[in-house]
């Protein structure tokens, strides 16, 4: 298994507050993702990165922000929770060079907030 | 801005049957990745397999293939002999340099 993994696991927070989701990779793989999943949307990218300081807004990046200070790790923020940021949050690592182009994904976060 | 879209959200099939599951994507792109991937209900995301899109030729796993139509942006996936593990969640996903993009999931049931 590709050695990525999330933290943490569930989060139970209240609205308006700061929760900060960690993705920790030890692959060294160059792109970082972080998904929100929810019923009938399917995975919806949040924001990735393709280096480290290199990062790029996906579709549902309001309310969102992220760091890559390290290869390794990948930060998701939010800034200020609310209600409809209650998901389930995937982090993916990938390579893709022209043979390896597969994604890896973490084991998700389930965050609730209340 | 590059979408995919998986316009079942549910699918049932017989034990041992055939079924087919859609998939298609939008893209100005001409040289990209396509995935098909499972997701049971423990949440982990497995890879069942991919297609590049220079190379004409669909791409086969066992009892799962493809159906890639790059002129008609369709990507649709068949598993043959269909098998009460293959019950899951199916996604299909579209990447180009970095972004990759899932669409919205079709629940596979396979009925014994």
New interface residues.
Partial sequence: DAGITQSPRHKVTETGTPVTLRCHQTENHRYMYWYRQDPGHGLRLIHYSYGVKDTDKGEVSDGYSVSRSKTEDFLLTLESATSSQTSVYFCAISEQVRTNTEAFFGQGTRLTVV | ?QTVT?SQ?EMSVQEAETVTLSCTYDTSESDY?L?WYKQPPS???I?VI?QEAYKQQNATENRFSVNFQKAAKSFSLKISDSQLGDAAMY?C?W?N?????????TTLQVKP
């Fill in positions: 801005a998986q959200p990745y995935f949440r982990q995301m890879l991919r996604f996903a990447v340099t970095g972004k990759l993009i899932f669409g919205q999931g």
